[in-house]
């Protein structure tokens, strides 16, 4: 390894250190069964700590790409089994009305249960989530509020919080105003909010596919259409399919998810979201974009958003703090640009306002600097976990299973043989406690019956990696390749 003095920090040098190893790794300069330098070897020839070299090596040790042997060293790890990609997809095209919500119901059902191993729920894992620091920034709303946060707050949101909403907006290259924002009771919301601004019932709304089933049941709520449109596993939704759907289709809005979609977890890269902004602005076509898992990506920079092309006040933004933050909060908010009057007039009607005390917190937690710090911390969590149930799949899923890529949120669409239906495996799965969200809900046609979501929300203790090869015994057994599973227990090997 080329000698090389590394500076900054003590926080930042081991994973400095760990990059150039998992870059030599990935590029295959270091092979299967390499054995890494010693941790004394590396402390002198780089000027680190050997307490850095050792995070170091625990670092790439967690994410699955080395492995210490008792007495003798670190060695380079067998490599993940290559899987492919899904597919693009290819929807009919035609608008049809959504029937998903009975099934969903089924999904919430099974997470609902105690005792269950979730699999399906989009979430980051408790230990994750800074509930100390949290807390704090709860008691110190309740002290300084003098009507102890037990009055509603203004209908369009808390005005620290929608100020510094703008601020974070700097980070993806936006130049939001305080003023352009609308507090919600979560992302939900505030789609459902941006919907009613630019349809009505029985108008035709433009889509991924797959979509997100929840905005798949807000659209169903709403009487509205979907046209699915064919989207890249890696790179988002067609632009040449919805240039011809639109020149085919009245279609009133367009929704995507633009960054980690999903379930497929695609990013479009930014000059696809430029182009997309573009043609839908010389159709007059708004825009809602859901940009909910933007913050947890994988890579250096944070992805922008397609609400930094917009010309013309028709991109209708959306997030929340519920991925990264507070679930349990339900604060997400909305810049929704020219139909901004519709939106807080539609808010004011519907909730009145949103819960006054996790807004004064979220907004105390953000101006004290501890959310940057935080999802710098969640994100290299996520990256880890990410690592792991791809490693962890890939070894207990059987021959032919297709597998997506995200580089961040945390979320995994995996395809099974064409034979396997995944509610059923959703069902056999459930009846050994588990439970996993099945291909069928994210549509409105009758497909991906072989696919289903798999969340890396959570990290990736015994429990979890036993669910998952219990799951890949099962859709192996649907396959007909391996003996039956009986009792909701793993068999004797």
């Not at 003095?5 to 990059?19: I, M, P, T, V």
């Not at 539609?346 to 959310?371: D, V, W």
């Not at 880890?384 to 490693?391: C, D, E, K, M, V």
Request: hydrophobic share 35%.
């Amino acid at each position: 390894m080329e000698q090389r003095k590394f500076s900054g920090d003590e926080d930042h040098l081991y994973l400095q250190l760990a990059g150039r190893f998992e870059a030599l790794i990935k590029s295959e300069v270091l092979k299967m069964g390499d054995r890494l330098p010693s941790v004394r070897r590396i402390s002198n020839e780089h000027g680190v700590s050997m307490s850095t070299v050792f995070q170091a090596y625990y670092h790439l040790e967690n994410k699955g790409l080395i492995a210490s042997r008792p007495r003798s060293g670190y060695y380079v790890r067998q490599p993940v089994r290559r899987v492919e990609l899904p597919a693009v997809s290819r929807p009919l095209s035609r608008a049809m009305p959504v029937s998903v919500a009975d099934m969903a119901i089924r999904v919430a059902q099974y997470d609902a249960q105690p005792g269950f191993t979730s699999l399906s729920k989009a979430v980051p894992g408790l230990e994750l989530l800074p509930a100390p620091r949290l807390n704090k920034s709860v008691v110190q709303s309740l002290r300084s509020a003098a009507d102890h946060c037990l009055s509603y707050s203004t209908p369009w949101g808390d005005i620290r919080l929608r100020r510094q909403i703008a601020r974070h907006s700097m980070d993806w290259g936006g130049s939001l105003s305080a003023e352009e924002v609308v507090v919600t009771n979560g992302c939900s919301e505030a789609l459902t909010l941006c919907l009613q601004a630019v349809a009505s019932p029985g108008d035709t709304i433009a889509v991924e596919s797959p979509a997100y089933f929840g905005v798949l049941q807000v659209m169903e709520s709403r009487g509205l259409k979907v046209l699915e449109i064919p989207t890249c596993p890696e790179e988002g939704i067609e632009l040449d399919a919805l240039e011809s759907a639109i020149s085919r289709h009245r279609i009133s809005a367009c929704l995507v998810v633009s960054n980690f979609s999903n379930p497929l977890g695609s990013c479009m890269p930014d000059d696809k979201k430029k182009k997309l902004v573009g043609l839908l602005a010389r159709h007059g076509i708004p825009l809602i974009e859901d940009d909910v898992y933007g913050d947890l990506f994988f890579g250096k920079e944070r992805p922008r958003t397609c609400k930094i092309f917009d010309r013309k006040g028709l991109v209708l933004l959306c997030s929340s703090f519920s991925k990264t933050l507070a679930p349990g909060y339900r604060i997400g908010w909305t810049a929704p640009g020219i139909f901004l009057e519709q939106v807080r007039r539609l808010k004011y009607m519907s909730s009145c306002a949103s819960p006054t005390l996790p807004q004064l917190a979220i907004a105390h937690f953000l101006e004290n600097g501890r959310y940057d710090l935080h999802l710098k911390k969640l994100r290299q969590a996520l990256h880890t976990q990410y690592l792991q149930y791809t490693r962890s799949v890939c070894n207990h899923f059987p021959a032919g299973t297709r597998l997506s890529r995200p580089q961040g949120g945390f979320v995994l669409w995996i395809g099974l043989d064409g034979q396997t239906d995944t509610f059923e495996l959703m069902e056999q799965a459930a009846a050994c406690r588990i439970s996993i969200s099945p291909g069928r809900i994210f549509t409105s046609q009758d497909r991906y019956r072989n696919f289903f979501r798999l969340s890396f929300g959570q990290p990736l203790t015994p429990v979890y990696e036993n669910a998952i090869r219990l799951l890949g015994l099962l859709a192996s057994q649907m396959e007909g390749n391996e003996r039956k599973v009986r009792g909701g227990k793993i068999p004797d090997s």
